[in-house]
């Protein structure tokens, strides 16, 4: 009956946006049954829409992954956009001015993005070991570090030849990822994606490691009451988490961007929160729920295009689904203190 309504639940909150976001369209104005058509069509009738949707998809994936992977050890990471904005910069300095074989060069430079966004989520779980700050606000203030200091790189130490944008040169062509379909950005890292989803489940499924974070997040002094290490445990999760951010940005900057700029993403570490929470947390939930949000992603700007409905209208659907789902989490806190 628990699975039933894991499963349930999350698809209510969806139709329930749907169905409040429908309200919202026909009090504007607009044919709520019209718009949900461009909205479909716009994201899932074509190859080149499914792939574009699929490509919004595995960026997060990584994002959601990040806030997963924190969360089942009780951390809040709310740091996944500056992670990925770190992941983007390490891989970048990697593509642009290191030559190597593809072979070599692709996994080096996701490499360095796994590196970029752990330093990242290294600092918040140092700075709670140390002094006990909240993971919160650490993180929210390291997002803004990490968006300016990308800007000052691109507009003087790794900015173009040309200095005509604030932007880095092209990465060269043996770090960018292998296009799966033509005429689209779609490429092999929705594969790199999935097999992350893979790793995540199994580490969470079958090691200790894995069982002894999910102890800590549960019940930090039962865990230490046990022998475990809390603190080793908390920078272990936060420097994973802040990786799977940064691996984020690499897909941006070697699958789509080819370059690292200033306003490199349009969000997405803050769509991995509900990403992840609409999945539960799980590996097949992540996937599904990060598919909903690029064909939303995708469908809006069909929507924008096609109609005159403004592309925000979307973004409340989105914030209503979040809206739905963390309602059911509150219930549930407030069952368990009764």
């Known amino acids: 009956m628990k699975k039933v309504l894991n499963v349930v639940k999350p698809i209510l909150s969806i139709v329930l946006a749907l169905l409040?976001?429908?309200?919202?369209?026909?009090?504007?104005?607009?044919?709520?049954?019209?718009?949900?058509q461009v909205m479909l069509s716009g994201s899932l009738s074509s190859v080149y829409s499914i792939s574009e949707t699929l490509l919004k998809a595995t960026t997060l994936i990584f994002c959601g992954l990040s806030y997963a992977f924190a969360y089942k050890c009780g951390l809040i990471n709310i740091g996944t956009e500056g992670q990925l904005y770190m992941g983007a910069l390490f891989s970048t300095i990697?593509?642009?001015?290191?030559?190597?074989?593809?072979?070599?060069?692709?996994?080096?430079?996701?490499?360095?993005?796994?590196?970029?966004?752990?330093?990242?989520?290294?600092?918040v779980g140092f700075l709670k070991n140390r002094f006990g700050c909240n993971e919160i606000i650490t993180?929210?203030?390291?997002?803004?570090?990490?968006?300016?200091?990308?800007?000052?790189?691109?507009?003087?130490?790794?900015?173009?030849?040309?200095?005509?944008?604030?932007?880095?040169d092209l990465i060269q062509d043996s770090a960018k990822l292998k296009t799966l379909v033509t005429g689209s950005n779609l490429?092999?890292?929705?594969?790199?994606?999935?097999?992350?989803?893979?790793?995540?489940?199994?580490?969470w499924k079958y090691t200790s490691s894995g069982y002894s974070m999910e102890i800590v997040g549960a019940n930090q002094k039962a865990?230490?009451?046990?022998?475990?290490?809390?603190?080793?445990?908390?920078?272990?999760?936060?420097c994973i988490a802040g990786g799977f951010g940064g691996l984020a940005g690499s897909m941006e900057v070697m699958g789509i961007q080819h370059k690292l700029l200033s306003g490199l993403s349009a969000g997405y570490g803050f769509d991995g929160i509900a990403v992840s929470l609409l999945g539960g947390n799980s590996a097949i939930g992540i996937f599904l729920s990060s598919i909903l949000f690029g064909a939303l992603r995708v469908?809006?700007?069909?929507?924008?295009?096609?109609?005159?409905?403004?592309?925000?209208?979307?973004?409340?659907?989105?914030?209503?689904?979040?809206?739905?789902?963390?309602?059911?989490?509150?219930?549930?806190?407030?069952?368990?203190?009764?």
């Open 20 to 36: 409040v976001g429908a309200i919202v369209i026909w009090a504007i104005g607009e044919n709520p049954i019209q718009i949900y």
């Open 94 to 123: 990697i593509s642009v001015y290191i030559k190597l074989p593809m072979l070599i060069h692709i996994p080096l430079a996701l490499a360095a993005g796994f590196l970029g966004g752990a330093i990242w989520g290294g600092i």
């Open 139 to 168: 993180t929210v203030m390291l997002n803004y570090v990490a968006q300016f200091l990308v800007a000052y790189m691109v507009s003087g130490p790794i900015q173009e030849k040309a200095k005509s944008y604030p932007q880095t």
């Open 187 to 203: 490429n092999i890292g929705f594969f790199f994606a999935i097999a992350a989803l893979i790793l995540y489940y199994v580490f």
């Open 223 to 238: 865990g230490q009451y046990a022998g475990m290490n809390v603190r080793k445990t908390v920078m272990l999760s936060m």
């Open 299 to 338: 469908g809006g700007n069909a929507v924008q295009m096609f109609t005159s409905l403004p592309v925000a209208v979307i973004y409340i659907i989105q914030a209503l689904v979040i809206l739905f789902v963390v309602l059911d989490l509150l219930s549930k806190k407030l069952e368990r203190r009764k």
